[in-house]
């Protein structure tokens, strides 16, 4: 990104329905036009339910939800779109509720399901099954044991921790 004229300054906060959402748009993705969006998916959410948002970018799904009394996950595999998610998890109050993850989208999903205790309590019984299959098709040339190897015990570590907060 070239600025042409002024600060270099590429951070900003915004606010969406109450919500403030502090981000620098040079390295993650943002996008006003949605807000319409983001309200209306958050407001189908009830207190109390469990979401799971694998590519939460800086939050706007899952620091709302977290407002409205959910139990939330929020992943995303930019470490920058992570970095601002648990900042603005604190900025907005919802750290007791909302859990920030970086990791890609498909070790965050099976992390979840192979959590004593997590979410996957408030999944239909289809859902290990249809992550085994989706599992199955992973990156070419790797087998799923080669990435079952690949996921660290610090991502198991990291669950474990934030579920002790």
């Excluded at 603005?88 to 909302?98: A, E, T, Y």
């Excluded at 992390?111 to 239909?124: D, H, I, K, N, Y």
Aim: net charge negative; aromatic share 6%; hydrophobic share 35%.
């Amino acid at each position: 990104m070239e600025v042409i004229a002024g600060e270099q300054q590429f951070e900003t906060e915004v606010s969406q329905h109450g919500v403030r959402f502090r981000l620098d748009f040079s390295k993650v993705y943002w996008n006003s036009r949605l807000e319409t969006e983001h309200k209306r998916l958050v407001a189908t959410f009830k207190p109390g339910d469990v979401v799971a948002d694998i590519m939460a970018g800086i939050g706007p799904f899952a620091v709302p939800a977290g407002k409205s009394g959910c139990k939330v996950y929020a992943n995303d595999l930019n470490p920058e779109s992570a970095k601002y998610l648990t900042l603005n998890i604190q900025l907005n109050k919802v750290s007791d509720r909302v859990l920030p993850f970086n990791m890609d989208g498909r070790q965050f999903v099976k992390l979840l399901l192979a959590t004593p205790g997590g979410p996957v309590e408030q999944l239909p019984p289809t859902a290990a099954a249809e992550a085994d299959a989706a599992d199955q098709q992973g990156p070419a040339g790797q087998q799923p044991q080669q990435q079952q190897q690949q996921a660290s015990g610090a991502q198991q570590q990291q669950v474990d921790q934030q579920q002790g907060q």
